[in-house]
Nanobody, 121 residues
Framework: QVQLVESGGGLVQAGGSLRLSCSAS????????MGWFRQAPGKEREFVIA????????DYADSVKGRFTISRDNAKNTVYLQMNSLKPEEQAVYYC??????????????WGQGTQVTVSS
């Protein structure tokens, strides 16, 4: 079982950038695809972006293409989410999660506690 801890959230102005980190415990981190999701108040959690275990494949929600990037460092058991050109509507709690592979956002689990991203207009 992988345990996840997100960090890096905070307050940013619209158009600004933030970099989130997700640190994982356990020796099996490199076997998992990793993903980021977000949940705004009163809304369902939604998929944002994911990366394969090797880093060779990334999947994006259409809304973040060209602005968000995901990367991972398997030696550090950490996955990163670089968010640029943030929009007020992207204010949410951001979560990372693991999955056995790519291509099925419903397969993600082992959720972290989340980190709050606040975007001021």
């Amino acid at each position: 079982q992988v345990q996840l801890v997100e960090s890096g959230g905070g307050l940013v102005q619209a158009g600004g950038s933030l970099r989130l980190s997700c640190s994982a415990s356990g020796r099996t981190f490199s076997r998992y695809a990793m993903g980021w999701f977000r949940q705004a108040p009163g809304k369902e959690r939604e998929f944002v972006i994911a990366i394969s275990w090797s880093g060779g494949r990334t999947d994006y929600a259409d809304s973040v293409k060209g602005r968000f990037t995901i990367s991972r460092d398997n030696a550090k058991n950490t996955v990163y989410l670089q968010m640029n050109s943030l929009k007020p509507e992207e204010q949410a709690v951001y979560y990372c999660a693991t999955a056995p592979g790519m291509g099925n956002t419903n397969a993600f689990g082992s959720w972290g506690q989340g980190t709050q991203v606040t975007v001021s207009s």
